[in-house]
Nanobody
Framework: QVQVVESGGGLVQAGGSLRLSCAAT????????MGWYRQGPGKQRELVAV???????KYKNSVKGRFTISRDHAKNTVYLQMNSLKPEDTAVYSC?????????WGQGTQVTVLS
């Protein structure tokens, strides 16, 4: 059984920074993809950034240059460093891990950016 737990959300002024963490535990081996998604008020969930076991990354265009995803393989943990935050980044940020096509989601963490 794989579990995912996020942490690090909060309230920040526009232009500020936050770092989110996502730890996956359980039966994890081989190739996998871990990533961050977000769902803003009245919006659909969207991909923010993902990183695979090889370290290949993919970002939403609007966060490129501001957000950085990284991972600690030994801890099965990914981090999302968010800089130059904007009010439009306000959302519930959720993490998932994909192993052999099976997605496991965390509960999400709220990020609120004040203008």
């Amino acid at each position: 059984q794989v579990q995912v737990v996020e942490s690090g959300g909060g309230l920040v002024q526009a232009g500020g920074s936050l770092r989110l963490s996502c730890a996956a535990t359980g039966s994890i081996s081989g190739f996998n993809i871990m990533g961050w998604y977000r769902q803003g008020p009245g919006k659909q969930r969207e991909l923010v950034a993902v990183i695979d076991t090889h370290g290949d990354t993919k970002y939403k265009n609007s966060v490129k240059g501001r957000f950085t995803i990284s991972r600690d393989h030994a801890k099965n943990t990914v981090y999302l460093q968010m800089n130059s935050l904007k009010p439009e980044d306000t959302a519930v940020y959720s993490c998932n891990i994909i192993i052999l096509g099976i997605k496991t989601w965390g509960q999400g963490t709220q990020v609120t950016v004040l203008s």
